[in-house]
């Protein structure tokens, strides 16, 4: 018996011009374009196995080991839809392929990185989903094209289609046939360039960013500013920075950028706060690190960037990994050692090593142990790889082999 | 023997439209204009005695009983000088009048209430300054003109020369002779608006805003479009807002530019945060008051802002003001006694009264004692007043009673 299945595993991207706003929110088409880096899927991902059959009553997705409910025009039954009606349009040019377009569908999807570390899944996830599907379906569609269709699951996961260096432009068609991923650069371009992802406790529940972004949209007396005037100039200048491996450039714009998305995040009616004081204080420490490289160097060494919740992301040339981590470690001591996969502390200690000359020790208070759950070291990664059966996430009676 | 001296005391104003950015640094001319409610002083304020005598060697000037040095050029030497000047103008134009401008000054001022309250006192200190000296130099000066003289001592001073609901008009002459306050309203006609101050602690030394305000101007993206189109659309309708007593629309226009200017500071290079995850706290803990208030009437019942610091006022009409006094001490027990000034809790304790009903109990943890230190309830007040002799703060040989 032949078994039509395919799975793929797709990469976090950490956007450094933030999209926030929607102008279509159906066909979640953005009011700006935004840029992103693709990371390490070695170290960040989702995997998913999508299975066609024709003993399948109906499509059925299972996340992390529980079903989630496909709804009727939602935003996975139109991934879904959209992808079997491109194997429909394959099936009817090429007559001598299987016809499983008719097919229900099993899909199986996997993150390796737990929901608590409060990192969006939803880009990973809907590009997983979408490369696994289009592999079942062989189609023909370039990474671009197929960011048209995450792109319809969760705004980011486009950009999630290609490694490297990504950029979601924005588009002017009411089809939403132009907002699409493109890639400005290939990894290869900058392999040198690392992240560290600061996980850091909440207590609070922030607002989704569904939710948010159009609350800003609503009342931000700010936000049109930026999108017409601000961020059209910015992925100008991040797409050369990414293009001359700049990272004075590409630190600055990124650290700008985060900043104000969040300021139009407070300009909001009621303001929304991601960042907390734990936040704050990272960026303070990659304020004075960079403070101290500048007036020694005149470069600067690391660009923090936030998302919709207090987590930062610290974006900095691999040289200079080991004493962000080791700064972030003495002020943020964690009850949880360190994974360390680039093997940077074989000898010593995160927290432990010395500062770099200069360095003011008291700008920000030691925190109690705790206040940043992790660390997670990572790089620029690859788009979206297509695995081996071996990998498969769904078992031979067509279940999740983790429930079995 | 004459003595030639006067005591007034002057008011602490909080702006409803903040002040953040200056187009000239020397003369203190703002890139917008601004909008506050003058508190009461009978809570709240800065007493200032002057005196002139022959007798003394140069200008000298105490504050809270530490002398202070008065820099050739700096903003104090500029404030008595121009005092002086107006003073000899007058000495010319009525020539039977004592000549005293070419006396040197002391100047003894105290503030009642505390610097670690973290509330601002240069606005009321400047003012009961320029106030005592006008009272001494018996000056024909109107308090917008004098408000010309305070304003280049600290910018927001300007508005603490008169009561009620204050504009300080921008202006948009090179020699700032336009860049004044006005009274929009007096006291009177809108006594019913009252204040709490929550008084929050921070372990972090935050920006000054006189460097912060010029890093946002020099490096904020969205600042030129707050100053050019959102500020003077608000500045006229809060001033109707605050004209027809419609507290719903001051309470909005005065949430949405607090937030505002908390966002432009974060689009500031590098980000300042003046608010900490308690003023956090207290912004969301008023959302939920006013959300719960809007259901059941259609009505806004308390407005938050922020200044260049942790702390925050909460402007409510007077009837509303146990219900916020006991919802903040509910969830921020405080280790000192809250003094009551209008007698709200006579038989009960702020913080063990019933919540409105539908109040979402859970939208803020409650916090550990001394997150907040203390609260102190006023209103709006009038503007400076000149104080009989028995209030002087200078003894009889020129130097304060408080080092006698």
């Keep these: 018996m032949l078994i039509y299945q395919a799975t793929a595993s797709a990469p976090v991207n950490i956007a450094c011009i933030k999209y926030w706003g929607k102008r279509d929110t159906k066909l979640i088409l953005p009011t700006n374009s935004s840029l992103s880096v693709t990371l390490d899927q070695d170290h960040l991902r989702s995997t ?44 009817e040019n090429h007559p ?15 993150n390796n990185f737990p929901t608590a570390a409060g990192l969006a899944s939803s880009a990973s996830g809907f590009a997983a ?3 696994s599907l289009a592999a079942l379906y062989k189609l023909p569609a370039t990474p671009s094209e197929l960011s048209l269709i995450a792109r319809q699951g969760s705004g980011s996961a486009c950009r999630s289609l290609m490694g490297g260096f990504v950029a979601w432009e924005k588009g002017v068609r009411e089809d939403g046939s132009d907002s699409l991923a493109i890639q400005i650069a290939p990894r290869e371009h900058w392999p040198d360039l690392h992240a560290v992802i600061v996980v850091v406790s909440d207590h609070k529940k922030g607002t989704s960013s569904t939710a948010g972004m ?3 949209v609503e009342t931000s007396a700010l936000l049109q500013h930026r999108i017409n005037h601000v961020v059209p100039a910015r992925m100008t200048a991040i797409s050369e920075a990414i293009k001359a491996k700049d990272f004075d450039k590409f ?19 009621p303001p929304i706060f991601y960042m907390n004081d734990v936040s704050r204080a990272i960026i303070a420490l990659i304020v004075e690190y960079n403070r101290v490289s500048v007036a020694a160097t005149g470069h600067l060494k ?47 200690v ?55």
């Excluded at 529980?66 to 099936?91: P, S």
């Excluded at 700008?363 to 790089?379: C, D, N, Q, S, W």
């Excluded at 690859?382 to 983790?402: A, C, H, K, M, Y």
Aim: proline fraction near 6%.
């Design 48 to 91: 998913t196995t999508s299975r066609a059959d024709p003993t399948f009553k109906k499509d059925r997705l299972w996340l992390n080991g529980t079903e989630e409910e496909i709804k009727a025009g939602g935003r996975l039954a139109t991934c879904i839809a959209e992808l079997k009606k491109q194997r429909r349009q394959v099936e």
């Design 302 to 348: 690391a660009a923090y960037t936030y998302d919709a919740g207090p987590n930062a992301v610290i974006y900095a040339p691999a040289a200079n990994i080991p004493e962000i981590i080791n700064l972030i470690a003495h002020y943020f001591p964690q009850n949880q050692t360190f994974s360390d996969p680039f093997k940077l502390f074989t000898n010593q």
């Design 350 to 404: 995160p927290g432990k090593l010395p500062f770099p000359e200069g360095f003011n020790t008291q700008v920000v208070k030691k925190a109690e142990e705790g206040a940043v759950k992790g660390l997670i070291h990572t790089r620029v990664g690859d788009g979206p790889r297509v695995l081996s059966d071996s990998e498969s996430l769904l078992g031979t009676n067509g279940l999740p082999i983790s429930l079995a």
């Design 251 to 269: 630190a600055k714009i990124t650290m700008q950028d985060s900043n104000q998305f969040h300021a139009v995040c407070l300009d909001t009616e």
């Design 129 to 131: 989903l979408v490369a």
């Design 96 to 110: 001598n392929i299987p016809i499983i377009s008719n097919y229900a569908v099993h899909i199986c999807s996997h």
């Design 214 to 216: 159009q609350q800003t």
